[in-house]
């Protein structure tokens, strides 16, 4: 098949033809390490390799994480109206193929709505879902399976995901991560909705399995893979906990693995007898908001989680070759340089900043300093500050900040910003046996973003501008503009 790729550089305008082999494919597995970059890779291979190899950082046993043996090339993703982008604006590029602006989910700068490979796999037959560990309806699930033309109508996405508004019903079989508070009326005490709205009750109408909790999941997917569609199942009002808090209390929610496990599970065997398969995409969304925070340790903690899950879906291929995994992050998040590095003092961290925050505000007793320092600092991985640093903390208005410095410095990590960065983001990819090297071939090199849907789109043989088109043709009303007014209590507290 030829694809023709028009370059614009320098006032030149050059044409290159290439041929990509395209094999074939019944499922596409896509996962979004949100915010990951190379500095992220590279400080959690040598935390889990300095931990596991027991050797110290003046003479490292560097062992490999399964992204370290996936690498194709890297992506470009700059945003249309901006050189560093936004999950929004990247997600409708890898999402649909299309460049649009910062804040945009599956709009065109015009406004006009364009169709996602999850639509277009679900019109075309295909089963489909979104597993992530941030509200379902942030941005980077919401480019699959909604179009507005603001990231921040929280409410408006929610609507459309479940197919209560969505110009096609629902397209996504499952559904599972936070945001749970976004699906109940206003008239329950937990909704951040500001209408009347039942979207766990319309799902339920629409023959989904409806889980709230860990339990249910539990109870629910019992043996991963009994589990029939579709479902939903979202397990924080807010986001999900942050894998290194998770991995503390799992009673509470169930990891990105043990999702990504039951919903491959679930889709495998609603396939079998069906000439399509499915199209999933899972994502590790909270390396992102430890990157806006600079959190080292969570961040830490959440690439891993994102490595165990590449490394179960490469078996996975193993033992389903007719399946293809892509994987690239939206953007780079917090600048991550490591200069004077060693990630072992991260061991001692327990807990993120921002449950430790919670924590701290939640401490009612008399002891304050003593409960900072029996308490907190420890599980901030500051058990040895001196009584004058205690004190500095204590003095300070703030004392998470300074503690950030105290650990950066004691790894030699060093966040340039609270924001996201241009650099681009590796591109990771799998197939089974000789589709592997096929796939190489392909997509070796830099890609722009836009890029990357085109070519699940000649794997699964799905047309996506067929989508936008029925998508265009539909009255433009149900695109709703953004009301700042409805900005709920969670969306204010959102990192992007
Ligand atoms: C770390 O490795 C270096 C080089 O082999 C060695 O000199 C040093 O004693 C080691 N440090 C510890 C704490 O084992
Ligand atoms: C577990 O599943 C069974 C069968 O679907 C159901 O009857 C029961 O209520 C469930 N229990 C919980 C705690 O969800
Ligand atoms: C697939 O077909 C087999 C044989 O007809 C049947 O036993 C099985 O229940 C079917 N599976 C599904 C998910 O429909
Ligand atoms: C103080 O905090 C403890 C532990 O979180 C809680 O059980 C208790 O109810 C709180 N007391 C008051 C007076 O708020
Ligand atoms: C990080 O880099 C900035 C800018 O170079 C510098 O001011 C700051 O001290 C560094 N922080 C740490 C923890 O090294
Ligand atoms: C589009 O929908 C709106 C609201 O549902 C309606 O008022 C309007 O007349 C419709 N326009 C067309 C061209 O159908
Ligand atoms: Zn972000």
């Known amino acids: 098949m030829q ?53 110290n950082e003046s003479a490292p046993i560097i062992e490999e994480l399964a992204g370290d043996r996936l690498v194709l090339g890297t992506v470009r993703t700059h945003a249309s109206d901006n050189l560093i982008t936004d999950s929004a604006a990247s997600g409708t590029a890898f999402a649909c193929g299309h460049k649009s602006y910062n804040d945009a989910i599956s709009v065109l700068p015009s406004g006009q709505p364009v169709g996602s490979i ?29 179009h507005v033309s603001h990231r921040d109508s929280y409410e408006a996405i929610a609507a459309q995901q479940i197919g209560y508004s969505h110009p096609f019903g629902p397209v996504v079989d499952i559904l599972m991560g936070g945001g749970r508070c976004y699906f109940k009326p206003q008239s329950d005490l937990t909704s951040c909705r500001s209408d009347d709205l039942d979207l766990f009750g319309f799902a339920q109408e629409k023959g989904y399995h409806v889980m709230q909790d860990r339990a249910a999941f539990d109870n629910f997917t019992s043996g991963y893979g009994a589990a029939d569609l579709p479902y939903i199942g979202l397990f924080n009002d807010d ?3 942050y894998e290194i808090d998770r991995s503390k209390e799992p009673e509470k929610e169930p990891s990105l ?15 079998t007898n069906s000439t399509k398969g499915y199209f999933i995409m899972i994502e590790a969304s909270r390396i992102d908001h430890a990157g806006h ?29 007719d399946t293809f995994l892509m994987s690239a992050a939206d953007h780079e998040c917090g600048g991550l ?12 961290i327990q807990h993120s900043y921002e449950y430790l925050e919670d924590l701290w505000n939640a401490y009612n007793g008399t002891d304050k300093r003593g409960y900072f320092i029996s308490t907190i600092l420890p599980a901030a991985g500051l058990a040895s500050a001196t009584p004058q640093q205690v004190d500095a903390l204590l003095a300070a208005s703030s004392p998470w900040a300074q503690m950030k410095v105290l650990i950066a410095k004691k790894a030699g990590v060093n966040w340039s910003t609270g924001g996201h960065t241009a650099t681009d983001v590796n591109l990771h990819g799998y197939a089974a046996g000789a589709q592997w090297r096929e796939y190489k071939g392909d997509m070796a090199g830099n890609h722009d973003n836009t890029k990357l849907p085109r070519y699940i789109e000649k794997v699964l043989r799905l047309d996506l501008d067929e989508t936008t088109r029925k998508l265009q043709a539909v009255n433009g009303s149900w695109i709703s503009g953004f009301d700042a007014a409805k900005r709920s ?8």
Not at 15 to 37: E, H, L, M
Not at 489 to 496: G, P
């Open 118 to 146: 999850l639509e277009t796999a679900k019109l075309t037959g295909f089963k489909t879902a979104l597993v992530v560990t941030s509200t379902i309806n942030h941005a980077t699930p919401a480019v699959y399976s909604s």
């Open 337 to 348: 340089t490591t200069n004077g590095f060693n990630p072992t003092p991260l061991v001692d």
């Open 3 to 55: 694809y023709s790729l028009k370059l614009l550089a320098a006032g030149l305008v050059a044409q290159t033809g290439f041929t990509w082999a395209v094999p074939q494919a019944r499922n596409f597995i896509y996962i979004v390490p949100d915010g990951y970059g190379q500095a992220s890779q590279t400080m959690a291979r040598d935390y889990v390799s300095l931990q596991r190899t027991g050797s």
């Open 257 to 271: 693995l043990e999702m990504a496990k039951a919903a491959l599970g679930s889709l495998d065997k609603a396939t």
């Open 293 to 321: 925070a600079n959190d080292a340790a969570a961040h830490v903690h959440d690439t891993i989680m994102y490595n165990d899950v590449l490394a179960y879906v490469q078996k996975w291929i193993d033992a389903h070759p």
């Open 489 to 496: 209590v969670f969306a204010k507290r959102q990192s992007h």
């Open 239 to 241: 986001q999900m906990m």
